[in-house]
Nanobody, 123 residues
Framework: QVHLVEFGGGLVQAGGSLRLSCAAS????????MGWFRQPPGKKRELVAA????????YYADAVKGRFTISRDNAKNTVYLQMNSLKPEDTAVYYC????????????????WGQGTQVTVSS
């Protein structure tokens, strides 16, 4: 079992930045690919960024490329999402997920989910 807790959401003006953190406890963190998902109001949850467990390769949705950066610190069992140049359309509940592979994350599948943190970007 892996328990995930997100931190760092909030209200920010367009063009601003936020850094989300996801702390993991339980089974070996480094074995899991980690992803950040978001669910805007009235829409489906979507993957925005993922990072591999073993090699740390990173992947981004087109909508956030060049603005968001995912990283992980296996010693701290934590994955981060640095969000820059935020836009109102980035407003969503952001979730952290853990899966055996990045491929499963891209399919929207995750073995474990955090509770979510709200990010609101005002125009």
């Amino acid at each position: 079992q892996v328990h995930l807790v997100e931190f760092g959401g909030g209200l920010v003006q367009a063009g601003g930045s936020l850094r989300l953190s996801c702390a993991a406890s339980g089974r070996t963190f480094s074995n899991y690919a980690m992803g950040w998902f978001r669910q805007p109001p009235g829409k489906k949850r979507e993957l925005v960024a993922a990072i591999g467990g073993s090699d740390g390769s990173t992947y981004y949705a087109d909508a956030v490329k060049g603005r968001f950066t995912i990283s992980r610190d296996n010693a701290k069992n934590t994955v981060y999402l640095q969000m820059n140049s935020l836009k109102p359309e980035d407003t969503a509940v952001y979730y952290c997920g853990a899966a055996e592979s990045v491929g499963r994350l891209w399919l929207g599948e995750s073995d474990y989910w955090g509770q979510g943190t709200q990010v609101t970007v005002s125009s």
